[in-house]
């Protein structure tokens, strides 16, 4: 049983930064990637950042020099910073680890306004 509980959503203006964090808890032994999806509301569900554990990572497009992901090993948990925030940012985040099968967490609201 593996569960990922995020944490820092929020509604916050354009322009504002948000960090979310997770983290991991449960049976494993390690996981091999950590990342962070996100959909908005009427499309389909679309990678925002991934880290594996060596911390190698991959963007989408849309996040490139706005948005960090961090993880650590010891505590089985990914962030992602969010800078320069952007309405279209506007979306449930979910963190997702990649442990043999793929888990995902309950997800959590960003809300970027105008």
């Known amino acids: 049983q593996v569960q990922l509980v995020e944490s820092g959503g929020g509604l916050v203006q354009t322009g504002g930064s948000l960090r979310l964090s997770c983290a991991a808890s449960?049976?494993?032994?390690?996981?091999?990637?950590m990342g962070w999806y996100r959909q908005a509301s009427g499309k389909q569900r679309e990678l925002v950042a991934a880290?594996?554990?060596?911390?190698?990572?991959n963007y989408a497009y849309f996040v490139q020099g706005r948005f960090t992901i961090s993880r650590d090993n010891a505590k089985n948990t990914v962030d992602l910073q969010m800078n320069s925030l952007k309405p279209e940012d506007t979306a449930v985040y979910y963190c997702?680890?990649?442990?043999?099968?793929?888990?995902w967490g309950q997800g959590t609201q960003v809300t970027v306004s105008s």
């Open positions: 997702a680890a990649r442990i043999g099968a793929a888990f």
């Open positions: 449960g049976t494993f032994s390690i996981i091999d990637v």
């Open positions: 880290i594996n554990r060596a911390g190698t990572t």
